[in-house]
Structure formats: structure tokens, C-alpha cells
């Protein structure tokens, strides 16, 4: 099995010592890691080595930030931003060839507030995403786009719809845009697999969010048809947001056959 998880870790360098133990117990293959908030050469790249991992990063300083984490070699890295806009020099999107896989880990702009620039950038984003995907299902490969999306899909993933209805994670235009991304042919690995409502993989620091369970699905693994025919298990960790000075994010993984 490859098991392949996403995981926003609100800055590797001040959550180092859990992303190493949450690698040392999960011991995914391939980890997708968003917001590290660090330029690449400030990335533990050593320590992260020493518990057996490549990586690769496409970082910024103090904002957004995107690595690929690989047991396997990393035999290339595609793209260190999404395709579309040379304008862009977001550190959101990096893409990356590992152990037969083609993965990406994506960090989708947040967006509010709606009415500003700020939500336009968001859609244009998910717009270049959508053709991005295009050409990589052209290929025919096998590939899995993990990452923090910022896209609750359905009220079914919102603790509490009426109250997030305006926010630009659940604004009809934002699901109208994933929902283009996905029916191109891609699967949420873990709806897939997990029909019920109610599963969370972030919840707010404020207003005891996290002990009352009132929290929102917003990062996903989005597979390739090739990928999907291999997928077994998906699942929600939510052990790492229960640790001390967690990320408001906890990982997400599936599995795929060999």
C-alpha cells in the first residue's frame, strides 16, 4: 500500500517537533505539507531527512508555502507554481514525480473577504486549476492533488451551514468552482469512502471550536481516475490536533495499491 496524506501545518517551524512525530506514527509515504510560511532554504530539510524523507519545496517567507515529503526519490519537480498566471508568485502550488506517482500539494487561496480582490483571486486560482487539471488528465497518469483547498465541498461539511453561508470557503460561486474541478473526473478520496456528515479537518482556535466539534472539511486528496481504480482506504487524523500547540488543520490520507 501507498498512503499519502495532507496536511497544513500553520508553519513548519513552529510545529517541527509535532510534524516529526506525527511522520515517526503515521509514517505516511508520501506527505503534502501547506502554509509552511518559510523561504526554501529555511525549511528542515535535515531534520525531515533524518526520519527518511526527500523533499521537495516552493516556499515564501512568512506566508503560504507548499512541500512534497517522499520515502521514495523524487524523481522531478514539475512545477513550483500553478500553470496560468507568470504573474503569480505565490509559493501555493508545488508538483512533483515520486514512485510512480505524480502528486501535488496545493494551498487554495482563502478569500475573504468575498467582494474584494482577495475573492476574485481565489476563482481565478480555482479557474487555472481547472485547466491545469485538464492537462493532466490528458497524460494519463496516475496522479493525486492533496491540499488545503479552502473549499468546504457541501453543507455536509460545515458544522454549521447557515453561519458560513457568506464566507467565501462555502459561497455558492466557490463550490460552483470545485465542483467544475471535480466532475472533470477526479474523486475526493475521502468522501468516497465516508459518506456520513459531520467529518472535520479544521477547526477554529476561538470559541472552543476544536472540544466542540464545530469544525469545517477543507482539505482533500482529489484523484485521477488511474488513482482512483487503486484506492482502498481514506481517513481523518484527528489525533494531531488534539497535541499541544497544534495546527488548526489536521491530516488527511488514503491509500492506494501498489
Known amino acids: 500500500m501507498i498512503r499519502i496524506a495532507v496536511w497544513n501545518v500553520n508553519s513548519i517551524r513552529a510545529r517541527l517537533p509535532l510534524v516529526l512525530k506525527w511522520l515517526a506514527e503515521s509514517r505516511p509515504d508520501i506527505a503534502l505539507l501547506q502554509e509552511t510560511k518559510c523561504e526554501d532554504a529555511a525549511f528542515p530539510t535535515l531534520e525531515v531527512g533524518d526520519v527518511g524523507y526527500n523533499v521537495a519545496v516552493a516556499g515564501q517567507k512568512t506566508y503560504n508555502g507548499v512541500a512534497v515529503l517522499s520515502k521514495r526519490p523524487i524523481d522531478e519537480v514539475a512545477a513550483h507554481r500553478l ?88 459561497r455558492p460561486e466557490t463550490r460552483a468552482a470545485w465542483r467544475r474541478i471535480v466532475c472533470l473526473g477526479l474523486t475526493d478520496a475521502y468522501r468516497a469512502l465516508n459518506p456520513e456528515p459531520g467529518r472535520y479537518s479544521w477547526w477554529d482556535y476561538r470559541g472552543s471550536a476544536w472540544s466542540r466539534d464545530q469544525g469545517l472539511r477543507i482539505d482533500h486528496l482529489l484523484l485521477s481516475p488511474q488513482a482512483t481504480d487503486r484506492l482502498t482506504a481514506a481517513g481523518i487524523d484527528r489525533n494531531p490536533r488534539g497535541w499541544e500547540k497544534p495546527s488548526d488543520h489536521t491530516p488527511v490520507w488514503c491509500e492506494l495499491t501498489e
Open 83 to 170: 500553470p496560468g498566471d507568470e504573474t503569480d508568485q505565490q509559493a501555493r502550488y508545488i508538483e512533483a514525480l515520486t514512485g510512480g506517482i505524480r502528486v501535488a500539494s496545493i494551498y487554495l487561496p482563502n478569500g475573504n473577504p468575498v467582494g474584494t480582490e482577495k475573492y476574485d483571486y481565489k476563482l481565478a486560482w480555482m479557474t487555472r486549476l481547472h485547466h491545469h487539471v485538464k492537462t493532466l488528465l490528458a497524460t494519463e497518469d496516475t496522479f493525486v492533488l492533496g491540499g488545503d483547498y479552502n473549499v468546504a465541498p457541501e453543507d455536509a461539511d460545515v458544522h454549521d451551514p447557515r453561519a458560513w453561508e457568506a464566507d467565501a470557503l462555502c
